[in-house]
């Protein structure tokens, strides 16, 4: 069964920086694509950065070069390194993944239905 918990969330003012772990377990052969994802009130679940089983990495434009993906396969944790913080960043954080094939590329829009496996969420607040 895998199960996947994230942590880290957290309340910050615009500008500051926070780092997410997402800590994986249940299985031992590599996903083929892991990622971010988030969810303002009212809007739909977006794909923001995904990793595949390379180590290959892509971002959604709203968080390209604030935000950075990366993975420690030897404690099966992934993380998610959040800079510049800005207001319109305030979401719920999950991260799931895809053990079925999938381009590992960030598309716009909700999230695919590929990703089967989900963590529970981390609220990232961040104020102006």
């Known amino acids: 069964q895998v199960q996947l918990v994230e942590s880290g969330g957290g309340s910050v003012q615009a500008g500051g920086s926070l780092r997410l772990s997402c800590a994986a377990y249940?299985?031992?052969?590599?996903?083929?694509?892991m990622g971010w994802f988030r969810q303002a009130p009212g809007k739909e679940r977006e794909e923001i950065a995904l990793?595949?089983?390379?180590?290959?990495?892509s971002y959604s434009d709203s968080v390209k070069g604030r935000f950075t993906i990366s993975e420690d396969n030897a404690k099966n944790i992934l993380y998610l390194q959040m800079n510049g913080l800005k207001p319109e960043d305030t979401a719920m954080y999950y991260c799931?993944?895809?053990?079925?094939?999938?381009?590992?590329?960030?598309?716009?829009?909700?999230?695919?239905?590929?990703?089967?496996?989900w963590g529970p969420g981390t609220q990232v607040t961040v104020s102006s």
């Open positions: 799931a993944a895809a053990f079925s094939f999938i381009r590992c590329t960030v598309v716009s829009g909700r999230a695919r239905p590929e990703f089967g496996y």
């Open positions: 249940g299985y031992t052969y590599s996903s083929n694509c």
């Open positions: 990793t595949d089983s390379n180590g290959r990495t």
